[in-house]
């Protein structure tokens, strides 16, 4: 049995202690506040989503690229991590909007090779923009029989106001050009544009072309406007001439 003198000491030693990890515990760093918690939680957020930016910019995902540098600046402004995106944010969103109305404009035509009439024929074609109200095509044509042709297609209102030769006041970009134009004698409702090649050449060169014309069906008169910006002359195929055809 330890001595009572022995056991005192030991006693006072462990009092000491207690209050030794007391005094450090009571002296170290204090814990963070809750507003302290919830800076340190959004900056690991900031910094996170930054990362999936930059991401984003290696792969060349403008799209998702432009979203993600928006939300960073919107929810972490004077940050770090939106002082970095704003560096390259403003191309990015450049880039895509560019990209993107090149898509929508190059969307907008259709190409087609399919038989037709005893031959084979090669087709651009794209409908008016404006009005809403109404859908015409302008159509590009190469057959194997009749050759290359340029015309107005009417799918639901007839045909047009057109006696013999008319005459279309039609705008490229806002420069006026005349065009010349007839109607079929067969009676489809088309109109016909009598310089194919001259319009075409214009069309290439253009982004939207005007065309005020008078519909049939109550002599409806109309500005059709086509954005042709987004034609590719390599996908309206050439067509090989008939055989025997001079």
């Known amino acids: 049995m330890m001595p009572a003198p022995l056991r005192s000491r030991f006693a006072l030693a462990a009092v ?8 450090c515990s009571q002296g170290g760093a204090p814990a963070p506040s809750a507003a302290q918690q919830q800076a340190q939680a959004r900056d690991a957020q900031a910094a996170r989503d930054l990362d999936t930016y930059r991401q984003l910019l290696r792969i060349h995902n403008d799209q998702m690229a432009a979203s993600m540098g928006e939300d960073i600046v919107q929810r972490y402004p004077g940050s770090a991590a939106a002082k970095e995106v704003q560096q390259t944010l403003p191309e990015v969103e450049k880039r895509w909007k560019e990209n993107s109305e090149k898509a929508r404009l190059a969307a907008l035509w259709q ?5 037709m009439a005893g031959g084979t024929q090669s ?3 794209i409908y008016d923009s404006q ?5 015409v095509r302008l159509v590009l044509r190469r057959h194997t029989s009749w050759g ?7 799918d639901g209102h007839g045909g047009f106001v057109c006696k013999g030769e008319c005459t279309v006041a039609a705008k490229f ?4 050009h005349a065009i010349k134009a007839y109607a079929p004698s ?3 409702p088309a109109l016909m544009i009598r310089d194919d090649k001259g319009f075409i050449a214009l069309l290439e ?7 005020p014309v008078t519909l049939q069906d109550g002599e409806k008169k109309v500005e059709l406007v086509y954005e042709v910006g987004g034609f590719v002359p390599d996908k309206w195929q050439p067509l090989p001439k008939k055989a025997g055809r001079k």
């Open 148 to 154: 290359q042709s340029v015309f107005l297609f009417n």
């Open 205 to 211: 060169k253009a982004k939207k072309i005007s065309l």
């Open 131 to 135: 009005p809403a109200d109404v859908h």
């Open 16 to 23: 000491a202690g207690v209050l030794i990890l007391a005094g």
């Open 111 to 115: 190409y087609g090779v399919a038989p």
């Open 173 to 176: 970009d806002d420069k006026p």
């Open 186 to 188: 067969t009676g489809e």
């Open 123 to 125: 087709t651009a074609a």
